[in-house]
């Protein structure tokens, strides 16, 4: 078994961005941003609160200790973050791709998908977010077609895992479809 080796989220360049320029970005967000990006939704700054603690002993740990080999360590508590932080998001990855392959999936083989969206369209994404429901439709009946076709098989129905990805904006894909 290999040590624990805790992370240091402090190191991280991410980290160290928003820790020098998060401040000034908000102070002058409404009037360097706001026109062309739209308001700020206040979920923003609570994200990135929470992951500037995340893995920081000073904001909570655990001791963990093994009953064998009386081994034990601080674990410093996560923000639990998908999508912005990197570790948090890791593990939900991990996590969730274990669900599927134990209890959803055959245990045939996969392929990840990732469907974007053209530049020219995102506007429309980022004002009416209802639209993302339809686009996700299109882009699953536009893969069924492609690999009916592909595959020679004019009834195959490939099975499909979509998963919109949350705080999404227009600039960053949206729909991953597995099969």
């Known amino acids: 078994m290999k040590p624990y080796r805790p992370r240091k989220p402090r190191a991280s360049p991410l980290w160290q961005c928003l820790s020098r320029y998060i401040h000034a970005f908000l102070a002058a967000y409404e009037q360097r941003f706001q ?71 055959f245990p045939v083989s996969h392929r990840h998908f990732t469907f974007g969206i053209p530049k020219m369209l995102r506007p429309y994404f980022r004002f009416d977010r209802a639209l993302l429901k339809d686009y996700c439709h299109i882009a699953h009946e536009c893969l069924v077609a492609y690999l009916r076709t592909t595959l020679d098989l004019p009834d195959g129905l490939p099975v499909i895992v979509m998963a919109k990805r949350a705080g999404w904006s227009p600039q960053a894909a949206d729909c991953r479809l597995s099969l």
């Open 35 to 105: 026109p062309h990006y739209g308001f700020l939704r206040p979920i923003i700054p609570e994200v990135v609160d929470k992951f500037m603690d995340c893995g920081d002993l000073e904001h909570g740990f655990a001791r963990v200790r093994c009953d064998h080999c009386q081994y034990e360590y601080l674990l410093a508590f996560s923000c639990k973050g998908s999508w912005f932080c990197p570790s948090c998001h890791q593990k939900k990855v991990q996590l969730f791709g274990a669900l599927l392959t134990e209890t959803i999936l």
